[in-house]
């Protein structure tokens, strides 16, 4: 059929060179609409009898990343498809990583082994090897992530994702009904409706407490029986919390942080104190050129011959007043071989360009993101920071 601005012609999209498809992160399968005026559109295997109104299905909840890392850890350890056994395909946003999830959930199933030979032979067997991405898609699988520990995390992201899609569905479904006006239909849709919402909250472990549901209040009891925090470095870091190291230019702000980091990641004390181990994620944004030799002289004045210690460092600077570099930064951290249990922020001020370290609403929103770290991986978050000269506290706004 002839392309009309009625019926706009789909295209497939195009290849970056490496046989996936040329895409944003996003990429939903479909087609971007080639005209300004909102249409309808259906999303394959997920929008089936739904319409959502909207110009770009690329603009729908989803979280391609999430897919894919959980597909790959999967794949990378296929026993961790009967922890997984609640994930529905359906729950994937692209549909070819609902045909590899749906067909590796089977093998498991079925006690089949799966490595890409064995999964390739029974999408060929079931004729969805070109719905599951074709035979490149299969043989990338288990290699954008090392390894397959956050693959829970990675669960929870898609449920989420799914979850609001489901409340778009869930409003497109009730609309026509409601305009109908007939009441046996409008229960009947808002109960069909409800218990996949149900279904999908009780996957997510969501009480359906109500908006009010986010915010969880402790009794002093409860307080009181909570553990007590533990040290990274007794008496110096706590565990899971943010912590600011400040002084003067030149004062070894950065070589302290760094002996911080090297000492947890290894496990040696540091100045007699007690350290728990754990990977250490440095960013140096001031970059990482001038740290070589700091690492060669802590590796030498601790006689450490046994390989990488354990801290990863990134010599690019993440902004933290963009939620998309935030975003992005918690991706990249996720792909780490272990869950970090130090991130250092080394500076400040060059983690907020173009931002005004005086301004209160500047500040928070950079210790907003820091906060962010913090939650997602229970970790402790070290910012490194400027005072002026002669000065007793940090520069700029007082929100430390």
Not at 61 to 79: H, T, W
Request: hydrophobic share 40%; charged share 20%; net charge negative.
């Amino acid at each position: 059929m002839a392309a009309t601005p009625e019926h706009p012609q789909r295209r497939p999209p195009r290849s970056n060179g490496n046989g996936k498809p040329r895409s944003n992160g996003n990429y939903s399968g479909g087609y971007r609409a080639q005209h300004n005026q909102p249409r309808r559109i259906h999303h394959e295997r997920e929008m089936d009898d739904i319409e959502v109104l909207t110009d770009d299905p690329e603009q729908l909840p989803q979280d391609v990343y999430a897919e894919e890392g959980l597909i790959d850890s999967v794949f990378l350890e296929p026993s961790l498809l009967g922890e997984l056994a609640f994930i529905k395909p359906v729950y994937f946003f692209r549909a070819q990583h609902q045909v590899q999830w749906q067909t590796m959930q089977e093998m498991h199933a079925a006690g089949h082994a799966i490595d890409h030979i064995t999964l390739l032979d029974a999408l060929r067997a079931n004729g969805k090897l070109a719905d599951a991405g074709g035979e490149l898609a299969i043989y990338g699988l288990g290699n954008r992530i090392p390894r397959s520990g956050f693959a829970n995390e990675y669960a929870r992201i898609i449920c989420q994702k799914y979850l609001s899609r489901c409340s778009l569905r869930f409003t497109g479904a009730l609309a026509p009904v409601s305009t109908r006006g007939n009441p046996d239909e409008i229960i009947s849709a808002w109960t069909a409706q409800h218990a996949e919402i149900q279904e999908l909250a009780a996957a997510l472990n969501i009480t359906g407490a109500g908006p009010s549901g986010r915010f969880t209040f402790m009794t002093d009891e409860e307080v009181e029986a909570m553990p007590d925090p533990e040290w990274l470095i007794h008496d110096i870091l706590v565990e899971n919390t943010i912590s600011v190291a400040y002084g003067d230019y030149g004062s070894g702000k950065s070589f302290l942080a760094l002996d911080w980091a090297l000492s947890i990641a290894t496990g040696f004390p540091w100045m007699g104190q007690l350290v728990k181990r754990g990977l250490v994620a440095y960013i140096a944004g001031e970059g990482i050129g001038g740290m070589k030799r700091r690492i060669r002289a802590w590796k030498q004045h601790h006689h450490w011959t046994s390989g990488p210690t354990g801290v990863h460092l990134l010599g690019t600077a993440p902004q933290l007043l963009q939620p998309e570099d935030v975003q992005a930064l918690l991706v990249s951290l996720r792909t780490l071989p272990d869950a970090p249990v130090l991130v250092v922020i080394d500076t400040l001020s060059r983690s907020m360009s173009g931002g005004e370290e005086n301004l209160q609403r500047d500040m928070s929103i950079a210790v907003a993101a820091a906060e962010i770290i913090r939650a997602e991986f229970g970790c402790h978050v070290l910012i490194v920071h400027h005072k002026p000269s002669g000065a007793s506290k940090t520069r700029g706004s007082t929100v430390f």
